[in-house]
């Protein structure tokens, strides 16, 4: 019997497990029966977390049981979830919610409140590495700008691929040679200095409704090699969320919605 909560940030959803809750077990594994749409809950990943005085702990695993440094929309679930047990217990005067990641410790500040919906600017740190790349990959040479926001991201600028291109150039990007951990892919299209929308290929998951960390990369992308601003719209298939990016780091800005609490009954 594990217990659970289910959130998702413009259809990126996970899935949040106490962690003490799987101590006994084998994590990879129950991340990919939890995640799997038709046997499971269904997810594109799952968030073991412990409460802490300030907000929480986390480590995130795919939906295929690998693990991930980070994400930018799992993240901001996790602080709803936390900022929620605050409203219950007295504690809805509070802002900042501190969740210590992988990727190092990320401050999010609450800035709306709306039924079961949660907006915060989430404070991503400075992106690293930034470099362009071209890459030989499924019969053709594209430019990309890899970096990391966290974890690993190659964007691709251009005009967004249609539907065969994406499926086929997606994953051979993910497991591309160049990348021995693998990596999170974005096809990035800037529209306007201040608007870029974008197609997300999740390491370890397939295509995702959106991507926070993804976000992140495709705006800075876009500022460095595309012409684009530092504060910019990024519009994915789910939604759109703010990226700022300043001399202090990124800052990635949007909504988080909790949508249940449950117990799962299957065994592995």
Same mark, same amino acid.
């Given at each position: 019997?594990?217990?659970?909560?289910k959130?998702?940030?413009?259809?990126?959803?996970?899935?949040?497990?106490?962690?003490a809750?799987?101590?006994g077990?084998?994590?990879?594994?129950?991340?990919?029966?939890?995640?799997?749409?038709?046997?499971?809950i269904?997810?594109?990943?799952?968030i073991l977390?412990?409460?802490?005085?300030t907000?929480?702990?986390m480590?995130?695993l795919?939906?295929?049981?690998?693990p991930s440094?980070?994400?930018?929309?799992?993240?901001?679930?996790?602080?709803?979830?936390?900022?929620?047990?605050?409203?219950?217990?007295?504690?809805?005067?509070?802002?900042?919610v501190i969740?210590?990641?992988?990727?190092?410790?990320?401050?999010l500040v609450?800035?709306?409140?709306?039924?079961?919906?949660? *907006?915060?600017?989430a +404070?991503?740190?400075? @992106?690293? =590495?930034i470099?362009e790349r071209?890459l030989?990959v499924? %019969?053709?040479t594209v430019?990309?700008?890899?970096?990391?926001?966290?974890?690993p991201?190659?964007?691709?600028l251009?005009p967004?691929?249609?539907?065969?291109?994406f499926t086929?150039l997606?994953p051979?990007?993910?497991?591309?040679?160049a990348?021995?951990?693998?990596?999170n892919v974005?096809?990035?299209?800037?529209?306007?200095?201040g608007r870029?929308?974008?197609r997300i290929w999740?390491?370890?998951?397939?295509?995702?409704?959106?991507s926070g960390t993804g976000?992140?990369?495709?705006a800075?992308?876009?500022?460095?090699?595309g012409g684009? *601003?530092?504060?910019? +719209?990024?519009?994915a @298939?789910g =939604?759109?969320?703010?990226?700022?990016?300043?001399?202090e %780091?990124?800052?990635?800005?949007?909504?988080?919605e909790?949508?249940a609490?449950?117990?799962?009954?299957a065994?592995?």
């Amino acid at each position: 019997m594990i217990a659970f909560t289910k959130a998702h940030a413009y259809g990126n959803d996970f899935l949040y497990v106490p962690a003490a809750a799987l101590s006994g077990g084998d994590p990879a594994a129950w991340a990919r029966i939890l995640c799997d749409r038709h046997r499971g809950i269904g997810a594109d990943g799952v968030i073991l977390y412990t409460p802490t005085a300030t907000g929480a702990t986390m480590k995130l695993l795919n939906a295929d049981g690998s693990p991930s440094e980070l994400s930018g929309n799992g993240l901001r679930g996790l602080a709803a979830i936390v900022a929620r047990e605050w409203r219950r217990t007295g504690r809805e005067d509070e802002r900042d919610v501190i969740v210590e990641t992988t990727a190092g410790v990320k401050r999010l500040v609450l800035e709306d409140v709306s039924g079961t919906s949660y *907006l915060f600017a989430a +404070e991503m740190g400075p @992106p690293t =590495g930034i470099v362009e790349r071209r890459l030989e990959v499924s %019969g053709e040479t594209v430019t990309a700008t890899v970096l990391a926001v966290g974890n690993p991201q190659c964007v691709v600028l251009g005009p967004l691929p249609d539907d065969d291109r994406f499926t086929r150039l997606g994953p051979a990007l993910e497991r591309h040679p160049a990348f021995p951990n693998r990596t999170n892919v974005e096809f990035a299209e800037v529209e306007a200095p201040g608007r870029v929308r974008i197609r997300i290929w999740e390491r370890g998951v397939g295509p995702t409704e959106s991507s926070g960390t993804g976000s992140c990369a495709a705006a800075v992308a876009a500022a460095a090699h595309g012409g684009g *601003l530092r504060d910019v +719209e990024v519009i994915a @298939p789910g =939604g759109t969320q703010r990226v700022v990016w300043t001399a202090e %780091g990124l800052t990635l800005i949007g909504w988080a919605e909790i949508l249940a609490d449950g117990t799962f009954c299957a065994q592995l």
